[in-house]
């Protein structure tokens, strides 16, 4: 994942289905604490990633490792 400007806040991903194993800022290795909220039955949550405690002032690299294939939600939502 791409974050251009430093990150201030936890970093948040909507739809990911897919278990995350690990979660790390690529130019130094950091692994970062990430976490589930919300969500419910078959429509996953959020995923936050907290921030790594030194960003590239340009571009912060998080390579996030899944458990298998990537798996996004598809449903519809709320109408």
Known sequence: M????PPRDPVT??????WVKR???LATGEELT?????????IPGVLAIDVPSVA???VTVLAI?????I?????????
């Open 2 to 5: 791409f974050c251009y400007d």
């Open 13 to 18: 991903i909507k739809g990911l289905t897919s």
């Open 23 to 25: 979660v790390t800022a």
């Open 34 to 42: 990430h976490r589930r909220y919300g969500g419910f039955a078959e």
């Open 56 to 58: 590239d002032p340009v």
């Open 65 to 69: 490792e899944l458990d298998g294939e």
């Open 71 to 79: 798996e996004l939600y598809r449903g519809e939502g709320r109408s």
